[in-house]
């Protein structure tokens, strides 16, 4: 049986191809910026990168969650802004 298309994947092949057409798809008007932000992240979080919208958290047993490393956590509130995502 194939995979439906509303069940997530954490390929990191698979996600790595679908960043490519969201950033198509944002581009052509045809996808929410803020979205792309979470798949941005959840691609560069898989290849152990720092992520850049902060949108990727872990639980830690008894402390909560935490946001996990961010690349230039100086500009983040920018980048936030320029897909629509709170500061």
């Keep these: ?5 509303s069940t997530p994947t ?11 057409l969201m950033r198509a798809a944002v581009g ?3 996808a929410s910026a803020a ?4 798949l941005e992240d959840r691609v560069r979080v ?4 720092p992520q850049l919208y902060g949108t990727q958290e872990i639980q830690l047993p008894g402390k909560g969650w935490e946001l996990l490393p961010v690349e230039d956590p100086s ?3 920018a980048r936030r ?5 709170p500061a």
Excluded: I, M, W
């Design 10 to 20: 954490n390929d990191p092949a698979f996600q790595a191809h679908c960043l490519e």
């Design 1 to 5: 049986p194939g995979r439906s298309p």
């Design 81 to 85: 802004a320029t897909v629509g995502r």
């Design 75 to 77: 500009h983040l509130k």
């Design 46 to 49: 898989a290849l152990g990168r």
């Design 35 to 38: 979205r792309l932000a979470y």
């Design 28 to 30: 052509a008007g045809e």
